[in-house]
């Protein structure tokens, strides 16, 4: 799987859209990306993912480059229950084995 | 339909103990995966179990080993405990190995060792 790298900390204000990078400059043609979240203290929740088109669902919106080498993970309206870390992870789709390689992620605060 | 529940919550052993941790799949899921989170770090990958087969593994000691049942629970057990053990044990679930949308994790069990 392609490695991934993220900032370590953003600051967001509440209310206004957080926008979290991801480079997987060595991301393969059949990759997706994924994004999960792990509030303090509970087990990591799944976001949304991604092949090589523009995804949205009720939590955020993924924005995926041309080239496929970034993208931006967009909470729209930041709430202080969206504060966590955000991790970016690239995987084979239905791959046997289905071993999520998390990094240390993007710890993201959102403040009043 | 319920999620997937871990047990025990929080556990303390000392350093030579063995120990056994549970978890309960999401009704309809076949599939289980244990991660260990250190502290500050991301989750990292232990094993995965398919239809009570281990079906991949990741770089952790032979110790470390686990079982899932015919309801699809699963336990792991890690023998001859050590300190740098100490961590966050979570334990995944989802629809099979074909699943690719979504992995539903426990709150997981904190394991210190002393």
């Known amino acids: 799987d392609a490695k991934t790298t993220q900032p370590p900390s953003m600051d967001c204000a509440e209310g206004r859209a957080a926008n979290l990078p991801c480079n997987h400059s060595t991301i393969s043609g059949n990759e997706y990306v994924y994004w999960y979240r792990q509030i303090h203290s509970q087990g990591p929740q799944y976001i949304i993912h991604?092949?090589?088109n523009n995804e949205t669902n009720e939590m955020a919106s993924l924005i995926i480059t041309e080239d496929r080498k970034s993208s931006t993970l967009i909470l729209p309206h930041a709430t202080l229950r969206d504060t966590a870390v955000y991790y970016c992870i690239v995987r084979v789709a239905g791959n046997s084995g289905y071993a999520l390689n998390f990094g240390k992620g993007t710890s993201l605060l959102v403040t009043p | 339909e319920t999620g997937v529940t871990q047990s025990p919550t929080h556990l303390i052993k000392t350093r030579g103990q063995q120990v056994t941790l549970r978890c309960s799949s999401q009704?309809?899921?076949?599939?289980v995966s244990w991660y260990q989170q250190a502290l500050g770090q991301g989750p990292q990958f232990i094993f995965q179990?398919?239809?009570?087969?281990?079906?991949g593994r990741g770089n952790f000691p032979p110790r470390f080993s686990g079982l899932q049942f015919p309801n699809y629970s699963s336990e792991l057990n890690v023998n001859a405990l050590e300190l740098d053990d100490s961590a966050l044990y979570l334990c995944?679930?989802?629809?099979?190995?074909?699943?690719?949308?979504?992995?539903?994790f426990g709150p997981g069990t904190r394991l210190t060792v002393l």
């Open positions: 179990y398919y239809r009570e087969e281990e079906n």
């Open positions: 995944a679930s989802s629809g099979g190995l074909d699943s690719y949308n979504e992995q539903f």
């Open positions: 991604g092949l090589k």
């Open positions: 009704s309809g899921h076949n599939t």
